[in-house]
């Protein structure tokens, strides 16, 4: 056979240099999408800031934190309304979904904001990258509910959901919590409250940026904020003072679960991005967790701002991130839905 070293040595730098060139652009394309979404979110907070407190504006506001592009905001799923005890929900499936695998997933928004129609389809894609049946929940919100209000809904769903699939009464196999920022907090407060009071425990729990200390101690509170595109440190009190309404202190292990002993805590996946202020509340959650025995996974996103897993499928990187909970699922999924709290 014509062998030509000259030539098969250009071969292999013309297909060298079209990868390089094929890396570059796709470099290029996620600085210039991550740059949309950074700018998409700094005009949110801009105009969060100058609603001047109007509670139904700024819920209207934080339910377009996702949409800059159309592909962020399309749900392609099946959706059905249900309530869970007294709690409104709705079913997000898909035609291959595990009817007995089942994911409930807790909104963020400051305890004050967010709702099933601002979540749908970052719900529906979760529910597509694992194979789970997401409940997607509808809790009670400040300051009309106050602590501990939502943290009960989360509780009361929960148990609803284990016996309760999408076709109706059954028992679950694999039970999964997820929630991002306020709701990360919820589903983490969650686990420690069940596990004080001996209640079963879902398989798997996974917090996306959520807010772990509500004394609001974590250094990159103040490190992080030149790069946080949304998140303020100067509303960070005004917000807990909402959710509390002196109904507990910030130190309680319900409202900072931080502060909580993390002994028994089923499997963790912390997610959360390094440009924002909530960078070290993970950090610091996956450090206790960890010394307590817990089995702790911490993902920290370079360049990344807060949730920006909500941000798929047009963010790259959020839809690594959503591979990565699909993973951190199916590698951790057990039988027998619930389990008892180890001691």
Not at 6 to 23: M, Q, Y
Not at 162 to 179: E, K, M
Not at 220 to 237: N, W
Not at 274 to 290: G, N, T
Request: proline share 6%; hydrophobic share 40%; glycine share 6%.
């Amino acid at each position: 056979m014509f062998h030509n070293k000259k030539l098969c040595d250009l071969g292999v730098f013309a297909r060298f240099s079209t990868s390089v060139r094929s890396r570059a652009v796709l470099s290029m394309q996620r600085d210039i999408r991550l740059s949309a979404v950074n700018s998409h979110l700094q005009a949110l907070a801009n105009q969060v800031a100058a609603s001047a407190g109007d509670l139904m504006k700024i819920r209207q506001l934080i339910d377009t934190y996702s949409h800059v592009d159309p592909s962020t905001n399309e749900c392609h799923a099946s959706s059905v309304p249900v309530t869970a005890g007294d709690v409104p929900c709705e079913w997000l499936t898909h035609g291959d979904s595990d009817r007995s695998s089942r994911l409930m997933y807790v909104h963020g928004g400051s305890w004050m904001s967010g709702s099933l129609t601002g979540y749908r389809a970052h719900a529906a894609r979760i529910s597509a990258a694992t194979g789970c049946c997401v409940l997607n929940i509808d809790y009670r919100l400040a300051p009309e509910n106050p602590f501990p209000a939502g943290l009960n809904d989360c509780d009361t769903a929960l148990d609803w959901m284990v016996q309760n699939g999408p076709d109706g009464v059954s028992p679950a196999r694999s039970v999964f919590i997820a929630g991002d920022s306020a709701g990360g907090n919820l589903i983490l407060a969650l686990l420690v409250k069940r596990r004080d009071e001996g209640k079963p425990l879902p398989d798997v729990a996974i917090a996306l940026s959520p807010a772990t200390d509500l004394t609001w101690g974590s250094q990159s509170i103040v490190s992080r904020a030149h790069v946080d595109a949304v998140l303020r440190p100067e509303r960070l009190q005004a917000i807990v003072d909402v959710y509390l309404q002196n109904k507990a202190t910030i130190q309680h292990p319900y409202v900072s679960p931080l502060l909580a002993e993390l002994v028994g805590l089923p499997p963790l996946l912390l997610q959360v991005g390094e440009a924002e202020i909530l960078l070290d509340d993970a950090v610091r959650f996956d450090e206790k967790a960890s010394q307590a025995g817990v089995s702790v996974r911490l993902e920290t996103w370079p360049d990344m701002p807060h949730v920006f897993q909500m941000f798929a499928p047009y963010l790259p990187e959020a839809n690594e991130a959503l591979e990565g909970i699909a993973n951190f699922v199916k590698k951790h999924g057990t039988e027998g839905g619930l389990s008892k709290p180890s001691n």
